[in-house]
């Protein structure tokens, strides 16, 4: 017979101890190269098409398959997704990534906020389930960039109906064009030479 463990099995994830401390137990590790331009390059990102997708972890979320169709319409409509969060929020934004069928780009807990920041205030479009007093929110307001609250009350918990809203927030701005269906990287210009 095994002892006990002082270690959260799968029964006790470790999400759990870390939302009853109140705290997030991981930041990134800051390297001197770990700035906007950096992750621009290392995953591909464009600014043109990038859509954020922010979802929280919350006790009485279930908007993970929501959050996921929601990512894999616009991906299918040629929009770059990413999902951001804090490392803390590792369960959910990874239900979000695993539910999703399309190819997104994960960044959650993976760069500081200086880096989030940079990355919100030149995102497209930003959906995200908390926006009252979350730092998301803030920046977004901030540096004007498009934000959506995926609120079921107004949304009545359909996926078309917030693409929808999310298309039409998207087709508003001059500097928002997607690529190709289902394409999460576009070729570069000189790569197709």
């Known amino acids: 017979m095994l002892a006990a463990s002082a270690f959260p099995t799968f029964d006790e994830p470790l999400s759990a101890e870390l939302s009853a401390s109140g705290a ?5 590790v800051v390297h001197p190269e770990n700035d906007y331009a950096a992750l621009l390059a290392f995953h591909g990102i464009e600014p043109d098409r990038l859509v954020l997708i922010d979802p929280h972890d919350t006790s009485a979320s279930s908007n993970g398959q929501l959050f996921a169709d929601i990512g894999d319409t616009l991906a299918a409509d040629g929009w770059q997704i990413a999902i951001i969060g804090d490392a803390c929020e590792s369960e959910t934004t990874g239900a979000v990534l695993g539910a999703m069928q399309s190819g997104a780009l ?3 807990g993976a760069i500081t906020a200086e880096v ?12 995200s ?9 803030r920046i977004a307001r901030e540096r004007g960039t498009p934000l959506i609250s995926i609120d079921r009350v107004i949304f009545g918990g359909r996926a078309e109906t917030i693409v929808g809203a999310a298309l039409a927030e998207l087709h508003t701005q001059g500097a928002a064009h997607p690529g190709l269906p289902f ?10 030479a």
């Open 106 to 108: 994960y960044l959650a």
């Open 24 to 28: 997030c137990a991981f930041e990134p």
């Open 183 to 192: 394409t999460l990287h576009t070729p570069m210009l000189k790569d197709a």
């Open 129 to 137: 389930e908390r926006v009252e007093g979350s730092a998301v929110a």
């Open 116 to 127: 989030r920041a940079a990355l919100i205030g030149n995102a497209r479009l930003i959906l």
